[in-house]
């Protein structure tokens, strides 16, 4: 547990604070009180999935419309989940602990664990995701919270540069997989697919990518290997 | 807008999201962790966070949408550059990257 939290200070925690500050004063903007924005960041957890939700509260968005939206941005945490998950298991583990730590899946620490639980001994995983996990959502919290009370205090410059490094930091996460070839082809195929079926179809187009990108560089691997 | 509203909004958001990670958990139990299938998983969730992150550079929510196209492609390649060049520093890949989106931003 102590490994993830610590991993998870430095870089990590000063990026996520960035990008979480920067939801603070967004959530200030919608006209929401600090406390909606700390419900928001505590129960959501998953910063693009909440900036969608605000901006289509803001312009006065159906429940079904601002759901299926949510839902269809944060889709990415199935397979994240899912391909994370057997390194997690151990036997005798209640179950109920992997519901619990589930929530502490995002970006950051899913990226961090997948580096490195495979080398860790198998009853180390979960703690190490915990511990991370748990570090990251208490800066988040704390950051939502300033980025929420320094709103309109920031000067224009600034405030742009926090909801610019979300996007960035998940980029230089993902150039960051290039010595592993099937994510490096899942990466690129996907940076290409994204925006074409964007086009195509704005609400489908995540779900679109993520199969038809991740199965061509999951075919393009087979074929490599001869298998 | 009512102030009940924003709670509820939140609270389905949230049940949506956490839902993705419990069938997460609830499906894995199924899947081999040296299998195909793992692999496949693996693949979809790299492409469909690729995509993500390409939607939220060129066809942004939010105040991102407030830097032209030039400043955010711009931000994403000075970082890239500075990442690698620098033997894959995170943060200063992040901080020139936001850098560079702000100054192409007021140059432009």
């Given at each position: 547990m102590?490994?993830?939290?610590?991993?998870?200070?430095?870089?990590?925690?000063?990026?996520?604070?960035?990008?979480?500050?920067?939801?603070g004063s967004m959530a200030k903007a919608a006209d929401l009180s600090m406390g909606m924005a700390l419900f928001s960041t505590a129960t959501g957890w998953a910063l693009p999935g909440q900036v969608v939700m605000l901006e289509l509260y803001a312009i006065g968005a159906s429940l079904l419309v601002i759901s299926l939206a949510?839902?269809?941005?944060?889709?990415?945490?199935?397979?994240?989940?899912?391909?994370?998950?057997?390194y997690l298991r151990t036997p005798g583990t209640p179950r109920w602990r992997y519901y619990a730590i589930a929530h502490l899946i995002a970006v950051?620490?899913?990226?961090?664990?997948?580096?490195?639980?495979?080398d860790l001994p198998p009853d180390e995983r979960l703690p190490y995701l915990a511990g991370h996990g748990i570090l990251l959502w208490t800066v988040t919290m704390a950051?939502?919270?300033?980025?929420?009370?320094?709103?309109?205090?920031?000067?224009?410059?600034?405030?742009?540069?926090?909801?610019?490094?979300?996007?960035?930091?998940?980029?230089?996460?993902?150039?960051?997989?290039?010595?592993?070839p099937l994510r490096r082809n899942a990466v690129l195929i996907g940076a290409v697919l994204g925006p074409i079926f964007f086009l195509l179809d704005p609400d489908w187009s995540l779900l679109l990518t993520g199969v038809v990108g991740g199965s061509i560089a999951f075919l393009v691997g087979r074929a490599r290997s001869g298998r | 807008m009512s102030q009940e509203w924003i709670w509820v909004v939140m609270t389905?958001?949230?049940?949506?999201?956490?839902?993705?990670?419990?069938?997460?958990?609830a499906l894995s139990g199924r899947i081999s962790p040296s299998g195909a299938v793992l692999d496949w998983v693996g693949g979809v969730a790299y492409a469909l966070l690729a995509g993500l992150v390409a939607r939220m550079l060129l066809f942004p929510a939010g105040a991102l949408g407030e830097a032209p196209l030039s400043a955010r492609l711009a931000g994403l390649a000075i970082g890239l550059a500075a990442f690698l060049l620098s033997r894959r520093n995170l943060i200063l890949g992040v901080t020139?990257?936001?850098?560079?989106?702000?100054?192409?931003?007021?140059a432009a």
């Open positions: 102590r490994g993830g939290a610590w991993d998870a200070t430095g870089t990590p925690a000063l990026v996520i604070a960035a990008s979480f500050l920067g939801f949510v839902a269809l941005t944060n889709m990415r945490l199935l397979p994240m989940t899912l391909s994370l998950m057997p950051t620490s899913w990226f961090h664990a997948m580096r490195k639980c495979p950051a939502t919270g300033i980025g929420y009370a320094l709103a309109g205090a920031v000067p224009p410059a600034v405030s742009l540069g926090l909801v610019a490094v979300n996007p960035i930091y998940f980029a230089l996460l993902l150039a960051n997989e290039y010595a592993n | 389905v958001a949230a049940l949506v999201t956490y839902g993705w990670r419990f069938l997460g958990v020139c990257g936001v850098v560079g989106v702000i100054a192409v931003r007021i």
